[in-house]
């Protein structure tokens, strides 16, 4: 939709949609997103490279409104943390148009990763309206539990200093839930199979579980389309109308196994995501085709 119709979206629903920033970041990256052994370790190894890059492209939809809300980027690179080999998986999102203007949101979260992709650290910096905000979550674990120390504090006082202690098998901040669901063998899934997790959010741990419902084709215009795999997200969390079905993703029918398309429904309306452009995949983007004009 073009920007002419942006000033038609209510300022109201805007500050609706993203009432509790925590929320909104779920949504995103849940939208954005098993074979997984040992100390929640995610074999994802196959699927990614150093030097990947993703695009997309956020739009919220109200009623026949679509206008553009903001753009991200999804990266990975080989880096040294504490001295050690580690993956560096980082998220930037930025608003743009009318949204840019009512509430300005510079948003970056990297996370720390052993080389077989057992999460260390997630931090979070929040930058929205000159509103300042950090959230860091170290994890730990032993052989019966995940721990996730969670910090969060502002430039001048601490809001949130508590530990989360989780018996789930599984447990990853906000971004490292996307890679878990790359990980994913889809050669040993059935129509209906559940994969539940917990993410960490501040001093809540929030039951998440991805669902499988089989191959879709998504189109983005007449002529370009994607093979995809799709998956509905349930999410237990007072911030959505409904836990089942509360988002869905489409996932390209490649080897990379990168997000396409993703919609989650929110209070008022409904956040839109989609694959934009990428660089340094692992593998070609075959799931994505062109049927040529007559």
Request: net charge negative; hydrophobic share 35%.
């Amino acid at each position: 939709m073009k920007d002419s119709n942006l000033q038609k979206v209510p300022e109201s629903a805007i500050w609706l949609c993203r009432s509790k920033f925590d929320r909104f970041w779920l949504t995103l990256l849940l939208l954005l997103l098993v074979g997984v052994t040992g100390a929640q370790n995610i074999p994802v190894e196959e699927r990614i490279k150093s030097g990947e890059e993703v695009r997309y492209e956020l739009y919220f939809k109200w009623g026949l409104l679509m206008p553009r809300a903001g753009q991200a980027s999804l990266s990975i690179k080989e880096v040294e943390y504490e001295n050690e080999p580690a993956y560096h998986y980082c998220l930037l999102f930025n608003t743009t148009g009318l949204f840019e203007k009512v509430y300005r949101m510079r948003d970056t979260l990297d996370c720390y990763f052993t080389p077989d992709m057992l999460l260390l650290r997630s931090e979070k910096r929040v930058n929205e309206n000159d509103y300042y905000l950090i959230d860091d979550i170290k994890f730990s674990y032993d052989e019966e539990n995940i721990v996730a120390h969670s910090h969060r504090y502002t430039p001048t006082r601490t809001k949130i200093d508590t530990t989360l202690v989780s018996s789930a098998q599984y447990m990853f901040d906000m971004l490292g839930a996307t890679l878990y669901l790359r990980s994913l063998d889809w050669d040993e899934m059935n129509y209906g199979d559940e994969f539940p997790f917990q993410v960490a959010i501040g001093r809540d741990r929030i039951n998440v579980s991805f669902r499988y419902t089989g191959q879709q084709i998504v189109e983005r215009s007449e002529t370009l389309k994607y093979r995809t795999r799709h998956f509905y997200i349930d999410i237990f969390d007072d911030a959505f109308t409904q836990s089942k079905e509360a988002a869905e993703i489409w996932i390209g029918d490649d080897e990379n196994h990168i997000p396409v398309k993703i919609r989650a429904k929110l209070k008022i309306g409904a956040v839109e995501v989609y694959y934009k452009s990428s660089k340094g995949l692992r593998y070609p983007l075959s799931s994505r085709f062109v049927i040529p004009r007559p």
